[in-house]
């Protein structure tokens, strides 16, 4: 599903060059439960951002559904992440003119999909994850962890193959936090592939296979091949 | 994204936030409104002074004095000295087939006196003709006699402004007054209505040409007012006019004859130009709305920067982006434009109830050149903000909350 090798990025700061990744590889089966943990600076978002098409590789190569990624212009990238990735945010990233019902809506917006099936799917959605009665509130009118539910209907919504979560509880109490991973974990088990950045071991140890990320490598992966 | 979807999306955005929105549309409907205003009065003005210039006749050719190359100028000031028009002249220009009739006209301003008041006046020698000529209408009694334009007579008649001040309310028909040292009676009053070109005839006093000539000592002319028989007519009248009188004086081309369509043609460039250049100095206010545009529209990008990396990861690409700012930009743009519209709209149906006489009307091309340019200017000033937006990396744009 998902295939880095050897992958590099190197940000410019001023004059020196930081390392945000160095010689990366990585390898993804499709429904796999993963977690990126390691300490600020590790390299752990650029990982995240790399694979979610929002970030490009300095060297090295990578691969999403068999497709290299290099090779494909910035739209062609962009359709990707429309129907493929799926991401939830620390901070939900919500439309704050938008009500709860327009900001899981945008995703179908954007890919020009009719208003009849729009409707029904954000019903569905809506409904599913137990926000029906919340359709018109806007963002600032719901709690957090509403809010991280409404955020991740709509990453869910055009039924992507990968969700990215980038410390999808940091910003909630423990309650609202384990209703979130519980949401989460139940799409992984229906079959969408779950890569979850977190600093909480506690979390980190529910996911199937590890990852622990320093200075840009990855220090450890408990589920590595062989 | 359906275009539908896309007008919904940023006419939100648009009025998220209703002072950034507000400052944006004004700016735009001031533009707007100025240009149009300033247009459609300049125009007015055009069609203003056009209607004067009809309403002193028609068919009309005036030969002055003076040899002048261009046409519809004033006759030269300096340089020859012209042999002087007379009456005879101008007689002889009645031989012509091509011309109806003729009016020589002398003027020159001089004391009107009804003791005890004393008013300076332009008087004006002129004969019957002259009344058919400019439509004048009477008050009251009636105007010049027709007869010999050589023999003159003591009578006179009076504007309605030179009426109300030498005689007040008193009937004037058939008093004595005094021009210079000559008593001249009255025969007839001009009615109030009318000012011809910045000439009011309300402050005119009309006598014989003739008495006019031996009043103010001279045998020249001030000019001969030509009627031709018909519009087609001018052209020939005109060369008829030219070779009488210079046959006349000796060979020489010495008189400049002024068709009304050359002045008029004149008067419509001059307005024409006054009115672009006024159009001009308005749009620079349009090009001031664009760059407030540009700027509350940069300030709208970074403050959304969120907004942007997050639909850049929900799989907009960049020309989308691009597409979203630029319609939030034309779309203010648009209503800024309309609003400027009928603002101009109002205040010329305004304007054009305080001063009917001055024929104030919406120049029909206007709104169409403001608003079109108000959008060109929205857009092509949207597009930095929105290339901008467009151009974010949004792994940055979301790393911040």
Known sequence: MIHLANVERVFQVGESEVHALRHVTL?????????????????????????????????????????????????QQAR?????????????????????????????????????????RVDAAMAAFGLSDRAHHRPDQLSGGQRQRVAIARATIMRPAVILADEPTGNLDRAAGHEVIDILENLNRQGMTLIMVTHDPELGQRARRRIQMIDGRIENDSGAPG | MRPLDLLMFSSRAATANRGRSLLMLLAMAIGVFSVILLISLGESARLYVMDQFASLGTNLLIVLPGRSETTGGPPPLLGETPRDLTLEDALALTRSPAIRAICPIVAGSAPVSVPPLERELMVIGATAELYAMRHLTMGQGSFLPPGDPTRGGAVCVLGAKGKSELFGNRQALGQWLRIGQRRFRVIGVLSSTGVSLGEDLGEMIVIPVATAQSLFNTDSLFRIVVEATAPEAIPRAKDSILSIIKARHEGEDDITVITQDAVLATFDRIFKALTLAVAGVAAISLVVAGIMIMNIML??????????????ALGAPRQQIMRLFLSEAALLSLTGAAAGCLLAYASIRMLSALYPAYLIGLAPWSPVIAVSVALTTGIVFGVLPARRAAKLEPALALSRR
């Not at chain 1, 590790?42 to 098409?53: C, D, P, Y």
């Not at chain 1, 970030?55 to 691969?63: H, L």
């Open chain 1, 27 to 75: 390898h993804v089966a499709a429904g796999d439960y993963l977690s990126i943990m390691g300490p600020s600076g590790s390299g752990k978002s650029t990982l995240l951002h790399l694979i979610g098409l929002l970030d490009q590789p300095d060297s090295g190569t990578f691969e999403l559904d068999a497709v290299a990624v290099a090779g494909l212009d910035e739209s």
């Open chain 1, 80 to 120: 990707l992440r429309r129907e493929k990735i799926g991401f939830v945010f620390q901070f939900f990233h919500l439309v704050p003119r938008l009500t709860a019902a327009e900001n899981i809506e945008l995703p179908l917006m954007l890919a020009g999909l009719d208003l009849a099936e729009r409707r029904q």
């Open chain 2, 299 to 312: 300030v709208a990008v970074s403050n959304r920067r969120g907004e942007i990396g997050l639909l850049k």
